[in-house]
């Protein structure tokens, strides 16, 4: 079932303009509405081999929705969503809410997982849109033990940010800031290409802010907040920043990067990400 759309949404300085089909998303806004994987939840806890049920809930309307497809994947220590296998397919007619039980496989490693749900929607009693819904990442363990008093350990420490980091769990992953890159040299005046790569199983949502900060001692220092709102993130988007700094935050031994506020599709989180570190000439 695994499946990877790319869209592209490039908007410019005093005015962007997103490449996307309007109509074609408010189409599947409406057919998608109202969807939510409620289990497995970000509190649950899987050894390698045990068994997951993946519980699917929707608003009651007039469309006729059959659950299709459900992958597992995993989250990296770098925060690269990685398709794992799919591990059921069929039909299941969705009312209210559905329940699907999995067995995670026996040699899956220990960190972070989630469920990507197909859900296709009947028209005419023929195949419709496909919306793709996540759940909350997981911790999967390698084992456990309960003692007499009922008390259970793990091969793996729950509070491991080896394994399970706190960051990804609020579903900030999937998303790198592909330039400016490292030990650029960027000139003052120029039109700067802040490149975003989204991976199509991220959990991040949308863009609402784009800052430039200066590294210094202590807490770095903001330079200028370049852009603020609320833009849909496709698959790859390009923020062209007309770069000025101030002559009092100006230096340039120092080097400087771009901050990146995003919102998550978990509810009421929100993530940040950072470009490589870059040095600014005047000339």
Same mark, same amino acid.
């Given at each position: 079932?695994?499946?990877?759309?790319?869209?592209?949404?490039?908007?410019a $300085?005093?005015?962007?303009?997103?490449?996307?089909?309007?109509?074609?998303?408010?189409?599947?806004?409406?057919?998608?509405?109202?969807?939510?994987?409620?289990?497995?939840?970000?509190?649950?806890?899987?050894?390698?081999?045990?068994?997951? &049920?993946?519980?699917?809930?929707?608003?009651?309307?007039?469309?006729?929705?059959?659950?299709?497809?459900?992958?597992?994947?995993?989250?990296?220590?770098?925060?690269?969503?990685?398709?794992?296998?799919?591990? *059921? /397919?069929?039909?299941?007619?969705? #009312?209210?809410?559905?329940? +699907?039980?999995?067995?995670?496989?026996?040699?899956?490693?220990? %960190? $972070?997982?989630?469920?990507?749900? *197909?859900?296709?929607?009947? +028209?005419? %009693?023929?195949h419709?849109?496909?919306?793709?819904?996540?759940?909350? &990442?997981?911790?999967?363990?390698?084992?456990?033990?309960?003692?007499?008093?009922?008390?259970?350990?793990?091969?793996?420490?729950?509070?491991?940010?080896?394994?399970?980091k706190?960051?990804?769990?609020? %579903?900030?992953?999937?998303?790198?800031?592909?330039?400016?890159?490292?030990?650029?040299d960027?000139? $003052?005046?120029?039109f700067?290409?802040? !490149?975003?790569?989204?991976?199509?199983?991220? #959990?991040?949502?949308?863009?609402?802010?784009?800052?430039?900060?200066?590294?210094?001692?202590? /807490?770095?220092?903001?330079?200028?907040?370049? *852009?603020?709102?609320? !833009?849909?993130?496709?698959?790859?988007?390009?923020?062209?920043?007309?770069?000025?700094?101030?002559?009092?935050?100006?230096?340039?031994?120092?080097?400087?990067?771009?901050?990146?506020?995003?919102?998550?599709?978990?509810?009421?989180?929100?993530?940040?990400?950072?470009?490589?570190?870059?040095?600014?000439?005047?000339?």
């Amino acid at each position: 079932m695994k499946l990877s759309i790319t869209a592209a949404s490039i908007f410019a $300085l005093a005015c962007f303009s997103s490449v996307k089909a309007d109509s074609y998303s408010d189409a599947i806004a409406k057919f998608c509405d109202g969807l939510a994987v409620t289990n497995p939840t970000v509190d649950d806890v899987f050894v390698a081999g045990n068994n997951a &049920t993946v519980t699917v809930t929707r608003e009651p309307n007039e469309r006729t929705k059959t659950i299709t497809g459900l992958d597992l994947y995993s989250v990296d220590g770098e925060g690269n969503p990685k398709y794992v296998q799919n591990t *059921w /397919a069929g039909s299941y007619e969705l #009312q209210t809410s559905a329940s +699907i039980s999995d067995d995670i496989p026996a040699d899956t490693p220990a %960190g $972070l997982y989630y469920y990507r749900v *197909w859900v296709t929607n009947m +028209i005419d %009693g023929q195949h419709g849109p496909d919306c793709i819904k996540t759940s909350r &990442t997981f911790k999967v363990t390698t084992s456990s033990h309960t003692n007499d008093a009922g008390f259970t350990s793990y091969a793996q420490a729950l509070d491991d940010p080896n394994f399970f980091k706190p960051e990804f769990a609020k %579903g900030c992953f999937g998303l790198t800031v592909k330039s400016p890159s490292a030990g650029d040299d960027l000139k $003052l005046d120029s039109f700067v290409p802040v !490149e975003l790569k989204r991976d199509g199983a991220s #959990q991040t949502d949308s863009l609402t802010k784009v800052e430039i900060y200066k590294a210094v001692d202590g /807490a770095d220092q903001l330079v200028d907040t370049v *852009w603020s709102g609320q !833009e849909s993130l496709g698959n790859a988007f390009i923020y062209k920043d007309h770069l000025k700094i101030s002559s009092d935050k100006y230096d340039p031994n120092s080097s400087y990067y771009y901050k990146i506020d995003v919102t998550s599709q978990v509810k009421g989180e929100t993530c940040s990400f950072q470009s490589g570190a870059f040095k600014v000439s005047s000339s």
